[in-house]
């Protein structure tokens, strides 16, 4: 397995498409670092105008963790638009390029190389959440220094500055549950086709779609919006409420873990009665 898995790591990363969410992720995060430089300062009394009445505050709170936080805010509903550029790939490209049989004839099980691609593919989703990391939280401490990090929502509350990396590494961990499930569902519709453009569209037209669904709240969609796996895919910001609220961290974990089983399992069963000699 990890000889084969290496091998599909390999053919992931050959491909230029595979480095287009990493250049995404750099170049966007490198636009708000530059932006919040030199306007931060106007940004964050923009942003705190409401409360000033209320409160007295000292000392910069423009620093590595609150750009950190923004950006993971603002990129996260959208890196699942880059992790289907290759999920959609990973099989419907061997259909494309014709090597299905020279895949299959390998004196392994077809579940094998299919677990295999799967792994590698979670992987790629893997190292794509710690390239964001390094560049929205590593770039931007080292630039803009650390110190108490300040999260407006709902209100506003302030982390001291001794209770945050551990909230980062949670957060960035269970993000890649989220990010996994898309990926697992653009495998499954790559495993369906033999084009790698109609598993990106169709995994992106679902994922939209379900996204609207999860904001709905009439009749039968509010029933079913908690087993909509989008409604949990920012499970990762509970790290980031004071306290964190576990129990809701678990049950989102499992449903998104339920979703990819689901997806795999799906494509496992396709992928072992998919026809390779027509």
Known sequence: ?????????????????????FAAIGLLTAIVQISLYFEGSKYVSMATRSF?????????LMNGYFIAN?????????????????GG?????????????????????????????????????????????????????????SGEMMILSNGITILA????????????????????????????????????????VATMAVLVILLLLSTMEIGILKDIKPYLFPAHMGLWSNYFS??????ELTKSAGILLAHTAVFFGAAACIFQKKDILS
């Open 70 to 86: 923004m950006i993971l805010n603002g990129l996260f509903v959208h890196i699942p638009f880059l992790i289907v550029l290759v």
């Open 242 to 247: 004071d306290p964190v609220d576990y129990s």
């Open 52 to 60: 000033k009445d209320q409160f007295v505050m000292s000392g910069d």
């Open 1 to 21: 397995m990890i000889k084969l898995t290496v091998i599909e790591l390999q053919k992931i990363f050959k491909k230029w498409r595979t480095y287009i969410g």
């Open 161 to 200: 500055a001794d209770d945050i990396l551990w909230r980062f590494a949670g957060a960035y961990m269970v993000s890649f549950i989220s990010l996994s499930t898309i990926f697992s569902l653009s495998f499954l519709f790559s495993s369906l086709v033999e084009n790698a453009i109609g598993p990106i």
């Open 89 to 145: 790939d990973l099989l419907a490209g061997e259909a494309t390029a014709g090597t299905y049989r020279m895949l299959v004839t390998r004196p392994v099980s077809r579940f094998q190389i299919l677990a295999a691609k799967f792994l590698a593919g979670n992987i790629y989703v893997l190292s794509m959440i710690a390239w964001l990391a390094f560049t929205s939280l590593g770039v931007s401490i080292l630039i803009f220094g």
